[in-house]
């Protein structure tokens, strides 16, 4: 029989199996990108799971103690944050509670790291007003104390000396959290010392500080012009003559007119006349945003390019008091005008804070 083989024309070609080489790389190459493109994703996703079910259990097992608090003795009625937290360990595992002279050792870290950048010493977290809190005629706000929960949470947490939740008010619910918990101003962190031991006001961002009710944390100045710090800039609510005829009472203000006095209703909002900023304040703060970009300065305080702000003084005549003009081209001193306290809603109101 004729051998098949060796006739070219009846050769057999064996067949290919497998990948080239090329084949192979290619394919790798196509599975690294896809996986530079989700790991990352799938690991955040990860992350911020963990994040949020971390968050959710810390607030409401403090949310569930105060609850508890509420039905058992009320929230009202104490004296400091300490007394306050000295109750709620009756219902929260608290491991240990330092007083406002020692908050660091309640606390994972020496400094967190603001919306800013700037880092923020933690042992000055000693009043509400560093929690961004305002005090009126509904809030004081006490100095802080420190907590560590007995799962290892960290609180720096001031307490409302007019909360005015008693035995019968009946809590709500909002996600993890109860309404039985508006007494207290508080920030948290939910995973210790490890990094980045950033504070943020939501809990979608990478920060690990979060707020409980605490409307910011730092440093209550705007800007501070020669030792002097100047709280946020405000547009004054004016208040009723009735209420205004109080505020004279208080000391707040030495007089009142009998319809929309916004000038009463900075210095209510300060504190009293004597907290607002005096003649050499606003000079020394207009010196401040002359220098380098005046619209941009002004822009990073919430202002316009030309504004204007009231002093504290009162006037002499009628029912007036000094507001002073800032324009960006204007000379080195201050445009004082006298007006009347109730034609001028457009004026801004500043305190000075301690």
């Known amino acids: 029989m004729k051998n098949l083989s060796e006739n070219k024309s009846y050769k057999i070609t064996r067949l290919k199996n497998g990948f080239t080489l090329s084949e192979v790389l290619i394919t790798i190459g196509i599975i690294g990108v896809v996986a530079v493109i989700t790991i990352p994703a ?13 968050v959710e259990n810390i607030e409401q097992k403090f949310s569930k103690a105060t609850d508890k608090m509420l039905i058992a003795s009320g929230m009202e009625d104490y004296n400091s944050t300490q007394s306050f937290a000295n109750e709620l360990s009756k219902h929260l595992n608290i491991a240990q509670i330092c007083d406002n002279n020692n ?57 409302n ?9 009946s809590p709500s619910w909002i996600g993890s959290k109860s309404s039985s918990t508006n007494c207290v101003a508080a920030i948290y962190d939910w995973n210790g010392s490890s990094k980045p031991n950033s504070f943020g006001m939501t809990t979608s961002g990478k920060n690990d500080i979060i707020p409980l009710n605490a409307n910011g944390l730092g440093n209550a100045c705007s800007i501070e012009v020669n030792d002097k710090c100047f709280g946020a800039f405000f547009i004054p609510s004016a208040p009723t003559f009735n209420e205004c005829f109080k505020l004279i009472n208080s000391g707040i203000v030495n007089k009142c007119s009998a319809n929309d006095d916004y000038f009463a209703g900075a210095a209510k909002q300060c504190g009293g006349k004597n907290n607002m900023p005096t003649i050499s304040d606003l000079k020394a703060l207009k010196n401040e945003l002359k220098k380098g970009d005046w619209e941009n300065n002004a822009k990073n305080l919430g ?16 029912y007036s008091a000094d507001y002073h003009s800032f324009t960006p081209n204007g000379n080195n001193g201050i445009n004082v005008t006298t007006m009347k306290r109730t034609k001028h809603p457009e004026i801004y109101g500043v305190c000075i804070i301690d």
């Open 103 to 159: 908050l660091r050792s309640c606390w994972p870290t020496d400094t967190v790291t603001l919306n800013n950048g700037k880092e923020w010493d933690i042992s000055k977290t000693t009043s509400g007003k560093t929690l961004k809190m305002v005090n009126d005629e509904n809030n004081e706000w006490d100095n802080t104390i420190g907590i560590i929960t007995a799962d290892g949470t960290s609180f720096i947490m001031s307490y």
């Open 303 to 318: 202002l316009p390019s030309q504004f204007s702000v009231w002093s504290s003084v009162e006037g002499n005549v009628g």
């Open 42 to 54: 799938l690991i955040s996703n990860v992350q911020n799971y963990v994040k949020s079910k971390r």
């Open 161 to 169: 000396k007019k909360c005015s939740m008693s035995q019968t008010t």
